[in-house]
């Protein structure tokens, strides 16, 4: 086997494991009936990574709780607040779409983010 080909192999299975050590944040957790949840919906793949990452990012421009000082705050917790608001099921990257795929209820997190 050539260095080329065992390079390629080590590489894909960090960047496997690298993901499956993701985990949710410490204000999305999931019930003891989520983690039974179907296992289709529970694994851990590099579009729902990024889709935990967009939620994520949603709730802290919205709580004010940014991790890195942005040009205007309060402008991004307008836009979150309406996404978060927004009932779209035909943007791929719509609330209720992001929460479909990482299987949370979109309206009790949606209460829960916006009480």
């Not at 802290?60 to 978060?84: D, M, T």
């Amino acid at each position: 086997m050539s260095s080329a080909t065992k390079t390629t192999q080590t590489s894909k299975r960090s960047t496997a494991s690298r993901f499956a050590r993701t985990r949710a944040r410490s204000y999305i957790t999931a019930t003891r009936q989520d983690e039974v949840a179907d296992t289709a919906t529970s694994q851990r793949t590099p579009e729902r990574a990024l889709m935990m990452a967009v939620l994520e990012d949603a709730i802290a421009c919205y709580a004010g709780r940014l991790k890195a000082p942005r040009e205007n705050p309060q402008i991004l917790r307008r836009q979150a607040e309406h996404w978060l608001q927004a009932e779209d099921w035909d943007s791929p990257f719509s609330f209720n779409n992001v929460c479909d795929a990482l299987a949370l209820d979109p309206k009790a997190l949606r209460q829960r983010i916006l009480r």
